[in-house]
């Protein structure tokens, strides 16, 4: 069936240093893959994402890259803050956000100050 | 984007009985879903809330014990019936709408059974 599987379940890094989270998918008809952020207690909230026709894309700190042939896809966060603390869930979708998600197991991110 | 609220943020049920929880949107939405989010674990969609139809609902999820309503295209309710220890979790609403096919989550309810 469809799943995604997230690499690693938790990542400790020093502030200041790049992080990087990586899923790998089993649905090659996947176009749309968004990553969420979920501090504690908090809603999960989309962070950045990336469709099928795109192999990279980059938002500030934060990029995803995509290797359709591969199916699997990564996050980077460069210059790690304390407040880049949280859970990070990616997902896929063969419909962009109109279908349903399927989620990573999620990575919990500790940055230390 | 759209500002999505729910109702209850939280609650303590007893085993056996059921909660309806009730998510409202500021503007229209194209859709809207409803995932589970049991303690510690991943998001998993429930089903898709069909605006005047019936709801799609997701491999391990059926109507009787988790019935949807989706009136119009700001609200939707899931109930969660017959509980059991089993449904606590966080219950999580998510809309598209707006031009984009973004998926927004509502704050979540949080379920705990006893």
């Known amino acids: 069936g469809e799943n995604v599987e997230q690499h690693p379940s938790t990542l400790s890094v020093q502030e200041g240093d790049s992080a990087v989270i990586k899923c790998t998918y089993s649905?090659?008809?996947?176009?749309?893959f968004p990553w969420y952020k979920q501090e504690l207690g908090k809603r999960p909230q989309l962070i950045i994402d990336?469709?099928?026709?795109?192999g990279e894309k980059k938002d500030q700190r934060i990029a995803v890259t995509l290797n359709k042939t591969a199916k699997h896809f990564s996050l980077h966060i460069t210059e790690t803050q304390p407040e880049d603390s949280a859970v990070y869930f990616c997902?896929?979708?063969?419909?962009?956000?109109?279908?349903?998600?399927?989620f990573g197991a999620g990575t919990r991110l500790a940055v230390h100050p | 984007s759209a500002v999505i609220s729910q109702k209850p943020s939280r609650d303590i049920c007893q085993r056996g009985t059921s909660l309806t929880i009730q998510c409202q949107v500021d503007s229209q939405v194209t859709m809207m879903f409803w995932y589970r989010q049991q303690p510690g674990q991943s998001l998993t969609l429930i089903a898709t809330?069909?605006?005047?139809?019936?709801?799609?609902?997701e491999s391990g999820f059926v109507i009787d014990k988790f019935p949807i309503s989706r009136p119009n295209l700001t609200f939707s309710t899931l109930t969660v019936s017959n509980m059991s220890p089993e449904d606590s979790s966080i219950y999580l609403c998510s809309v598209v709408g707006g031009g984009t096919d973004t998926q927004y989550f509502g704050p979540g309810t949080r379920l705990t059974v006893l």
């Open positions: 649905d090659s008809a996947s176009n749309y």
């Open positions: 990336i469709r099928s026709n795109v």
């Open positions: 809330a069909n605006q005047g139809s019936e709801a799609t609902y």
């Open positions: 997902a896929f979708s063969d419909s962009g956000g109109y279908n349903k998600l399927i």
